[in-house]
């Protein structure tokens, strides 16, 4: 099981999205957790560097956790998202790191992006918070 933690983060319903270099797939920002580091130090921390922007984890909020087939690993590899809601930041968003491309998606973009994506996308748009 490979561990992760996201931001939602919506804007006129879309929610943003990175593309990594050399990835074919579009993926929520955030990342897997190092030994130790709890949900909110593991987001604040990946978002700083793969967006350029510092969430207040004061502003942090729990909005759900998926689960799907690991996109680009062997059969039988899952992995869980914890996402999180963060209203609060400073900065603006822009690629660093690995990611080669910010995107705002609606979900048309449903094909385009990881098998756990697209149950948070189904999610999303179900709690019409996602536009078509």
Known sequence: MIDKVAWLHLHQGQVLSTRS?????????GGKREP???????LVR???????VALDPASLAYAGTFEAPAHGHPAGVR???TCYWA???????????EIAEVAWL???????????????????HDQHLLAE
């Open 21 to 29: 270099r050399g990835k074919d797939r579009y993926y929520l920002p």
């Open 36 to 42: 130790g580091e709890t949900d909110a130090q593991t």
């Open 46 to 52: 990946e978002i700083e560097e793969e967006l350029t």
């Open 79 to 81: 992995v869980r998202m």
């Open 87 to 97: 209203p609060r930041y400073t900065g603006t968003v822009q690629p660093a790191a």
């Open 106 to 124: 609606t979900y048309r973009h449903r094909p385009q992006v990881s098998a756990v994506d697209q149950s948070i996308f189904d999610w999303l």
